[in-house]
């Protein structure tokens, strides 16, 4: 018999590849000079990251220079998505760090307090999130989407909270040394846990439908995949890592940590789950498995935040349309849309810090810090967009919250923590050992 040799799969073509690496470049020359631009005035990076894709995208640049625009930015899909592609390894590997940078310790050690605070600051911004779903027009959702699928993705949108945003505006501001500042970011811990379970729900059930079936199996999922993580996956991660150690080149412990968070990422796609919840859930078994040497993890921290990352963030960018803002209807939804995200997180962490005896400013700076949405935001608003829940209106509108949410924190917090008294913060039970290690993700 004689054997039949496959094709020879075809290489891309010489003009595409030109285009995609000065997609790359362009984007990331765009994204590094904003982004330091942005951190130069206080804000955070990620501001400066995504204004480098709205100016290469259709507000901006397909205006001003439209051929300029086509060729850089074709619409073949095939070309963009070697550009969503690079995207997408970065936003995993960007999750699967921040998941390892979670300190669960913090959230044992404020307790009560902690999850009184999370819980209130979630559920109402998820209840009015979802209401205001129910409440928009259907030119907001795109064709074939179910109503109540949209407005529960809306809804977790409006609840979830940056802990890399929080991290860094608590360390330039000099307060992650502060009970309140550690607060903070316990109760943002605990928000992220349940933001990413809610996430990968919903997105099941925007894959597989609202049916009984697909309801359980969305439910189901996201809880089988932590026990199997918990169960097999932690005594693996921490067998492979000390491994990994024995060697001095932290080349090892980079190459073992990618491989852990691309196959979790891997794992949860293939069950109809986000990606991004793989990575998280392997991201935090790699964090608190007690083998991980951060030392080592500092080339593939800069590779992700300096190149990967920023690249993300200018993709997210490229795909909002300024322009829709000066339609009336647009507008007035965009306004309402950050009044409820607003007003949800600061009324829902005010609740629960008060339930918890604290006073009115400590209350007030749990609020600000719990109102930033930054890069989580964003994660999700490309996840909804991906799968066809959000159409470019919600999700510019989304991802403008994430912005002015982010650039809101650092003034109030301000404002609110010169008020607070050091003492009166011991006095209120919320002292404790602490742990002033900045997180190296919170750059982001």
């Known amino acids: 018999m004689t054997a039949i040799s496959a094709a020879p799969v075809p290489s891309i073509p010489p003009h595409s590849l030109l285009v995609f690496l000065l997609q790359v470049a362009v984007l990331l020359l765009l994204a590094t000079a904003l982004g330091q631009l942005a951190a130069r005035f206080g804000m ?3 501001v400066g990251e995504l204004l480098a894709g709205v100016i290469v995208g259709p507000s901006l640049l397909s205006r001003a220079w439209p051929s300029l625009a086509d060729w850089l930015l074709p619409k073949d899909p095939n070309q963009l998505h070697l550009l969503d592609a690079v995207g997408q390894l970065g936003v995993i590997l960007l999750v699967g760090l921040t998941g390892m940078e979670l300190k669960f310790d913090l959230v044992r050690r404020r307790g009560s307090t902690a999850v009184r605070v999370s819980l209130a600051g979630l559920l109402l911004p998820l209840a009015l999130g979802v209401g205001v779903g129910f409440l928009l027009p259907d030119s ?193 939804t965009a306004c309402a849309v950050l009044t409820v995200a607003i007003l949800g997180k600061f009324v829902g ?23 930033c949405r930054g890069v989580i935001e964003v994660i999700v608003a490309m996840v909804g967009l991906k799968l066809g829940v959000l159409g470019p209106e919600t999700y510019t509108i989304i991802i403008l919250v994430a912005i002015v949410t982010s650039l809101m924190a650092p003034p109030i917090l301000r404002i609110a923590m010169a008020r607070v008294d050091e003492n009166s913060e011991a006095e209120m039970g919320l002292s404790g050992p602490r742990d002033l290690t900045p997180s190296p993700s919170a750059s982001v």
């Open 349 to 371: 962490a005010y609740i629960g810090a008060k339930m918890s005896g604290l006073g009115r400013w400590e209350a007030l700076a749990l609020g600000a810090g719990m109102n």
């Open 140 to 332: 907001f959702i795109p064709g074939g989407t179910s109503t109540t699928v949209f407005s529960l993705f809306l809804g977790v949108a409006m609840c979830v909270t940056a802990i890399p945003v929080i991290a860094k505006t608590l360390i330039d501001m000099n307060l992650l040394h502060r009970d309140v500042g550690q607060l903070t970011l316990a109760a943002g811990v605990f928000d992220d846990v349940v933001g990413w379970f809610l996430l990968s729900i919903v997105s099941a059930m925007a894959t597989a439908g609202l049916t009984t079936g697909t309801v359980t199996t969305a439910l189901l999922y996201p809880v089988l995949v932590v026990a199997a993580a918990w169960l097999v996956g932690r005594p693996l991660v921490k067998w492979v890592l000390r491994a990994a150690n024995r060697s001095q080149s932290p080349t090892a412990t980079v190459a073992v940590t990618t491989l852990i968070v691309l196959f979790g990422a891997a794992a949860t796609q293939a069950m109809h789950l986000e990606a991004v919840f793989g990575a998280f859930v392997c991201g935090v078994l790699i964090g608190t498995s007690g083998e991980l040497d951060k030392q080592k993890l500092v080339p593939l921290r800069t590779t992700v935040l300096a190149f990967l990352a920023p690249v993300f963030f200018a993709t997210a960018g490229i795909r909002m349309d300024l322009t829709a803002l000066t339609r009336p209807t647009v507008l007035a």
């Open 44 to 46: 955070p990076a990620i």
